[in-house]
């Protein structure tokens, strides 16, 4: 599986920002997540959905700002980011547990392929 992330950027406080994950290879029962990490801090877990139902997860600091959603034909998980506050600049990383057999939607070791990462950054 191979995972090309995009649409990262710059964008003021309150703004807005979608990005996307195009997956190549099989999808059917895996997990699709998102994850970013901040300077000088560690990689930490920011969304989660099951392919197959759409079953959904997210961090607690992004729930009600956040939506991860699924384009099944394209093969595309999006991360629609809304209300951005400074503290959500990073580097989001998407990643695939392609079994779908992960122990847990929120650690990094459930994951199998990561994409590239992209930055975004939110101005005060």
């Known amino acids: 599986v191979q995972l090309q992330a995009s649409g990262g950027g710059l964008v003021q406080a309150g703004g807005s920002l979608r990005l996307s994950c195009a997956a190549s290879?099989?999808?059917?029962?895996?997990?699709m997540g998102w994850f970013r990490q901040a300077p000088g801090k560690e990689r930490e877990f920011v969304a989660a959905?099951?392919?197959?139902?759409?079953?959904?997860y997210y961090a607690d600091s992004v729930k009600g700002r956040f939506t991860i959603s699924r384009d099944y034909a394209l093969k595309t998980v999006y991360l629609q980011m809304n209300s951005l506050k400074p503290e959500d600049t990073a580097v989001y990383y998407c990643?695939?547990?392609?079994?779908?057999?992960?122990?847990?939607?929120?650690?990094?070791?459930?994951?199998?392929?990561w994409g590239q990462g992209t930055l975004v950054t939110v101005s005060s």
């Open positions: 959905l099951r392919w197959s139902g759409g079953n959904t």
């Open positions: 290879g099989r999808t059917f029962n895996s997990y």
């Open positions: 990643a695939v547990d392609q079994a779908g057999s992960g122990s847990s939607r929120q650690s990094q070791a459930s994951y199998d392929y």
